[in-house]
């Protein structure tokens, strides 16, 4: 079995598909919910996570960005699989200390690609693309762990960034 196959099955495992009705961070509405955290919690689906976006990256000479706080266990995973940095963006600065919006260290002309957990329409992710490339990075690469088919991939080409799913909605539908 493949690594995508087997990703799938075990997120399918878990439990990380829910019915019912459900309010997601963009406001919309859904029958259905992506439980994310059952994954990103489980070491075995982390890890092939991590292995899979690795695999990826690895002769790329990349930062690895995670948005607080879904993203960040994948970032840090996808960080010690490939041996790239780690970087994490806030939703917010602290309001103590150093205020940093991005923790880690990213320099001018620094190449990043981020890592997210879920996208509907890509807002967060967004923010975190506008985020890094205000602070001098580069970022035309977003890898997601369940891309719902709901926009994400447009909003991000408009912003010329490629959104790398692992897994579609439509894939963990499939009974198949």
């Known amino acids: 079995m493949d690594k995508k196959s087997k990703l799938i099955n075990l997120l399918k495992e878990v439990g990380c598909i829910r019915f ?3 309010i997601l961070a963009s406001g919309k509405k859904s029958n259905y919910y992506i439980d994310i955290k059952k994954a990103t919690t ?3 689906i982390l890890k092939l996570v991590g292995e899979i976006i690795a695999e990826q990256i690895k002769d790329e000479d990349v930062k690895v960005a995670g948005v607080e706080l879904g ?10 699989i490939a041996q790239k ?3 994490i963006v806030r939703k917010k600065p602290k309001d103590y200390g150093t205020k940093n ?9 620094d190449k990043v690609v ?3 957990d879920v996208t509907t329409t890509g807002g967060s992710v967004l923010k975190a693309v506008k985020e890094i490339r205000e602070n001098g990075g580069i970022v035309d690469k977003v890898f997601v762990v369940v891309d719902r088919l709901e926009g994400a991939k447009e909003n991000l080409q408009k912003e010329n960034v490629e959104l790398i799913p692992l897994v579609t909605v439509k894939e ?4 198949q």
């Open 42 to 44: 489980n070491p075995e």
């Open 172 to 175: 963990l539908q499939s009974t």
């Open 85 to 87: 940095p780690l970087l």
């Open 20 to 22: 019912g009705e459900f």
């Open 114 to 116: 981020i890592v997210e």
């Open 71 to 80: 993203s960040v266990p994948i970032a840090t995973a996808v960080s010690i």
């Open 101 to 109: 919006k991005i923790e880690g260290e990213l320099k001018e002309g």
